[in-house]
Nanobody, 122 residues
Framework: QVQLVESGGGLVQAGGSLRLSCVWS????????MGWFRQAPGKEREFVAA????????YSTDSVKDRFTISRDNAKNTVYLQMVSLKPEDTAVYYC???????????????WGQGTQVTVSS
């Protein structure tokens, strides 16, 4: 059974940085593309970033381009989301997910983590 466990969330001031991690277990990690999503209070869950199983292809939503970077370490079964220049509007629960790359970007993921809270104060 696949498990995804996120960590690294917390409270940070605007302009600060955080790095989220998501550890995968249960199936060969390197065969799955991975993504990050977020859901703010009262809003729908939205796509943030995705990375192919090789790490050679990445996508991110326009609102986080140049601020967030997705990466992965297949030897550690871990995907990361490095977030810099954080803004109050980045406040949300962040979820990692695994699946097929093109379906990931539309939220059709095979596996989901439980989420980690990120709060950015102004």
């Amino acid at each position: 059974q696949v498990q995804l466990v996120e960590s690294g969330g917390g409270l940070v001031q605007a302009g600060g940085s955080l790095r989220l991690s998501c550890v995968w277990s249960g199936r060969p990690f390197s065969t799955y593309s991975m993504g990050w999503f977020r859901q703010a209070p009262g809003k729908e869950r939205e796509f943030v970033a995705a990375i192919s199983w090789t790490g050679g292809t990445t996508y991110s939503t326009d609102s986080v381009k140049d601020r967030f970077t997705i990466s992965r370490d297949n030897a550690k079964n871990t995907v990361y989301l490095q977030m810099v220049s954080l803004k109050p509007e980045d406040t949300a629960v962040y979820y990692c997910a695994g699946g097929v790359l093109n379906r990931l970007r539309t939220g059709q993921c095979d596996y989901w983590g439980q989420g980690t809270q990120v709060t950015v104060s102004s």
